[in-house]
Nanobody
């Protein structure tokens, strides 16, 4: 089993930046993809970004493209989400996710973190 722990959430002003991190522990795999989802109150959980295990494969949701960047440190089994030019609509609980299958990682990941709150004020 894989455990995921997020960190870095907080309260920021619109236009500000935050950097989230997610560390995987326990059972890990060489082809473990990691990514981020978010869920605002009363809304569905939505995909934000992913970074695959190798080859520089990254997917970024259109809603955050150009503002968010995902990166990874494979040696530490840690993925990062750099969030710039934050907007109030970015307010949500951000969840780290992981899976050994690229398609499942985008839709129904097998592993989830507990989430970290990001609040963007006007």
């Amino acid at each position: 089993q894989v455990q995921l722990e997020e960190a870095g959430g907080g309260l920021v002003q619109a236009g500000g930046s935050l950097r989230l991190s997610c560390a995987a522990s326990g059972r890990t795999f060489s082809r473990l993809g990691m990514g981020w989802f978010r869920q605002a109150p009363g809304k569905e959980r939505e995909f934000v970004a992913l970074n695959w295990w190798s080859g520089g494969i990254t997917y970024i949701a259109d809603s955050v493209k150009g503002r968010f960047t995902i990166s990874r440190d494979n040696a530490k089994n840690t993925v990062y989400l750099q969030m710039n030019f934050l907007k109030p609509e970015d307010t949500a609980v951000y969840y780290c996710a992981a899976d050994t299958n690229l398609l499942r990682l985008q839709t129904s990941p097998s592993s989830w973190g507990q989430g970290t709150q990001v609040t963007v004020s006007s």
